[in-house]
């Protein structure tokens, strides 16, 4: 019963979890709000555009016209017709296409950001096998997407009838108008009914997205052992982590002793503290405590330093003072240096008259 309540996935996902499923290229994005910025796009540019882009391919369609009445169809000069055409399409539809995908691009930029996710487009076996193929083609996430595009082709064409519903009145005085007004009447209602299905595929892309965001969130959810695993891979298995922590300890204490035999002297309280001092006046601009213990080590301290030939002085405030407030090769508090001074100044001329502490 707690393994399985460990496995169920209740905790909100680590940021280590979100990088690396961002990187996968699993991000919450929904494609209705590509569509919509698409569509939105085209319809602001046929708004400002449509009366020259009009002109444009009327323009185009008597030029090739009155070429092909005008001259003689042969192999030798279909390529270069062909290629002439092709050109002007493409010049003509450019500016269309070009602000679709700014468009598309922009608002893909917009949800995820600048994202690039090879992995996302490696190619997998298991995409093309049957049984998972149908366990995504009858999972919810279909279940939804089928009920998604009901619902949005039964609005689309719930407001398409609504818009072509309240132009039925003008749809008799037609036939006495000519082609060009006719046309001219289709593209306006045919603006109408894009402008106000571009207002309700917007709200169902909001509605879209925030379900997007709600089924991302919950995919990224960990249970317990995967935050506990996921823990002890950034960080370590804590009993490695205390070994190596261990052993680093060991190694400083190593060093530490080792630097016993070069100190100036060693202060004492005189039996559970011990702190050893040096004090080079070229290279230090204070003197430095490079050794210092409680207890069994600071008898290992005066032991050493004793059979080293490092004097060895009492005074239990200062070797209090510099065991609480001083770490190992860091310099001695400013409240201290008057004493300090005394104190080598002490060592230094017992050693001055060859006699040892």
């Not at 919810?140 to 949005?152: G, N, Y």
């Not at 405590?289 to 490092?310: C, H, M, T, Y």
């Not at 230094?348 to 040892?356: E, P, T």
Request: aromatic share 8%.
């Amino acid at each position: 019963m707690t393994e399985e309540t460990d496995q169920e996935k209740t905790e909100q996902a680590t940021s280590k979890r979100r990088q690396d499923a961002r990187e996968k290229g699993q991000v919450a994005k929904s494609r209705e709000l590509a569509s919509v910025a698409v569509l939105g796009a085209c319809l602001v540019y046929f708004y400002f555009g449509a009366s020259a882009m009009a002109t444009r391919l009327m323009e185009l369609m008597r030029t090739s016209f009155r070429k092909s009445g005008q001259m003689t169809i042969s192999i030798d000069n279909i390529q270069p017709l062909l290629t002439d055409l092709i050109f002007q399409t493409f010049a003509l539809l450019a500016p269309f296409l070009l602000v679709a995908i700014i468009a598309g691009f922009m608002i893909n930029i917009l949800q995820v950001g600048i994202l690039f996710s090879a992995e996302a487009i490696t190619p997998k076996f298991s995409k093309i096998d049957p049984f998972k193929g149908l366990q995504r083609l009858f999972s919810l996430r279909s279940l939804v997407e089928l009920v998604k595009s009901i619902l949005k082709m039964a609005i689309v064409g719930f407001v398409a009838y609504l818009t072509i519903k309240g132009e039925s009145h003008k749809l008799l005085p037609l036939v006495d108008l000519g082609v060009r007004d006719i046309l001219g009447y289709m593209g306006e209602v045919s603006f109408k009914i894009l402008y106000s299905t571009c207002w309700v595929l917007l709200i169902l892309a909001i509605l879209d997205y925030g379900y997007q965001k709600w089924e991302h969130e919950r995919s990224l959810k960990m249970s317990l052992k995967e935050i506990k695993e996921e823990n002890r891979q950034t960080e370590g298995d804590p009993l490695i982590k205390g070994r190596i922590k261990r052993l680093q300890r060991e190694m400083a204490k190593k060093r530490m002793m080792a630097a016993v035999p070069k100190a100036d002297v060693v202060i004492t309280n005189p039996t559970h503290l011990a702190v050893a001092i040096r004090y080079e006046p070229e290279t230090m601009n204070a003197p430095r405590v490079i050794a210092k213990g409680a207890d069994f080590l600071a008898e290992k301290i005066k032991e050493l330093a004793r059979n080293s030939g490092v004097p060895v002085v009492e005074n239990r405030l200062v070797a209090q003072v510099l065991y609480k407030m001083t770490a190992v090769e860091q310099a001695v508090p400013e409240n201290l240096y008057k004493a300090i001074a005394e104190i080598l100044a002490h060592v230094y001329s017992l050693k001055q008259k060859g006699m040892m502490v």
